[in-house]
């Protein structure tokens, strides 16, 4: 299968964001993909928007199941949440769980005045209603496939196909 | 044996009793997973759902404020239920032995145990016993060990200095009654501090400490001299009632740490204490207070450090 270039679903990304923005928007990116992507955005949409980043690890629903991600990273928003629009960015949408996480993970923090969702891939198979407001590309891939966003050294981005053994 | 107790077949940690045998990878894990817990502090809410659903036994058979005190802040920010027992008025003082106590607490669906206890090897003995889905973590046994308040020492002095391996680390006082040093050595030797030394009287040392891996200073114009991190240890009042020392007055003059001392240490060094302190006896007022103390954000950091065992041991 091909893949498409990051970069030019960035592109994709920044047109349908753009008419979206508030004055006092401010964006936050999912650990470790997410917040690649949000970088990336921020470079191309030339504003100066405050931004954060979220850690959910210590907020997954599998807790119970696989215990403690063992590199956990703070979670760090830097701004005045309470009556902002956000932007949540991440790179890959698959069940919806993350995501879910990531909003609860929010509203610890305060009551922002809204959330839209931004991924670079929607790669379909949810469990739960969670819906982007923008996505880069939609895939239909299999239970078994798994995609993911890669930085390299030099912070090129690049999406990675793996089966999973059968 | 207790270190194939503390870890899972894959080698996660799933009983916290000694810091001893534990591997660097775990306790570095540990202050890790803690520098995340630090900033939920400053969250207008100041609690994560990890926990939820999961019953924490505080068993305290000895007391303490301010361990249990950090427990239970430290578990309820988990979202976990806490359950404190008072075990000077239960069934403990009507006979029932440590195992059936926990034993009956296991029939309520209990998760997991905090357990203080006078007798070293008290927990580990509740970590054999229990079933597989519990953990046990220790907060203080006899003069065994003290993990927790280790680790969150290790925590503090990593938030101050950066690391472990260019420090001088000065642990003064009674270091044999000390649970709190044995659990710091332990950890301090396995981060790979360089020159850990313990200064103290001749009667407040084990036997053949130098075994554990430190340097023995009997003064203090020795023992502190350039050192970037001091440990001051409680002197427990009930020492002074034996022959291992002369006097309150004699201790300080020789072992506190007054403004005097510091200047000995580096310009920049940071003074720690477990708490509760005396002061006027191994610490004067103007230390415990002055620039060099860190001591509060020692208990700030405490809660954080419990979060990030709670967690990894429930997780396991």
Redesign the interface.
Known sequence: MNLPDPNRLLDRLVEQIRPHLHPDSALLGIHTGGVWVMDALLERLGLDLPCGVL?I???RDD??R???H???????IPFELEGRPILLIDDVLYTGRTIRAAI?LV????RPASIRLAVLVDRGGRELPICPDFSGVKMDLEAGQHISLERDDHSQLRLMLRQAAP | MIRNLQLTPDGKLHHLLTLDGLPARILTQILDTAESFVSIGDREVKKVPLLRGKAVFNLFFENSTRTRTTFEIAAKRLSADVFNLNIATSSQNKGETLLDTVANLSAMQADMFVVRHASSGAPNLIAHHVAPHISVVNAGDGRCAHPTQGLLDMFTIRHYKGGFHNLTVAIVGDVLHSRVARSQIHALTTLGCPELRVVAPKTLLPREVESMGVHVHYTMETGIKDCDVIIMLRLQNERMQGDLLPSAGEYYKHWGLTPDKMKLAKPDAIVMHPGPMNRGVEIDSDVADGSHSVILPQVTFGIAVRMAVMSMVAGS
């Not at chain 1, 063992?70 to 760090?76: R, T």
């Not at chain 1, 509203?107 to 305060?110: K, L, S």
């Open positions: 850690d690890a210590f907020y807790f119970s696989i215990g403690l063992p590199e956990v990273k703070p979670s760090n609860n509203f610890d923090y305060g």
